[in-house]
């Protein structure tokens, strides 16, 4: 299971940093990342890791320098460290693990197993 949090309401040009607990599965093990989704739009993957990312890292464009994702395998946990929203960051976003898909291939498809429920990141102008 994925519990994400840490969605919220913030002006463009702000911060958020959402959260993602994992349970009955380790993290480390897989590879795991965030997607977002708009109301009546594809959804969209966002960045991933896989390990301790030193080989399997990925961000799509629109997020590159922006976002970080990062992992505690001690708390088995995902982040996702968002900086210079801007509204058209506005969606929901949730967090996503694949036992098989590779980093990239989890993004570019964008395909994952397991879903967590998604949490509302709304941005401002």
């Known amino acids: 299971q994925l519990q994400a949090s840490g969605g919220g309401l913030v002006e463009a040009g702000g911060s958020l940093r959402l959260s993602c607990a994992a349970s009955?599965?380790?993290?480390?093990?897989?590879?795991v990342g965030w997607f977002r989704q708009t109301a009546g739009k594809e959804r969209v993957g966002i960045s991933c890791?896989?390990?301790?990312?030193?080989?399997?890292?990925f961000y799509s464009d629109f997020v590159k320098g922006r976002f970080n994702i990062s992992k505690d395998n001690a708390k088995n946990a995902l982040y996702l460290e968002m900086n210079n929203l801007k509204p058209e960051d506005t969606a929901v976003y949730y967090c996503?693990?694949?036992?098989?898909?590779?980093?990239?291939?989890?993004?570019?498809?964008?395909?994952?197993?397991?879903w967590g429920q998604g949490t509302q990141v709304t941005v401002s102008s």
């Open positions: 996503v693990a694949d036992a098989d898909v590779t980093c990239r291939g989890m993004i570019t498809i964008p395909y994952a197993d397991y």
């Open positions: 009955g599965f380790n993290l480390q093990n897989v590879t």
């Open positions: 890791i896989r390990g301790d990312g030193s080989r399997d890292l």
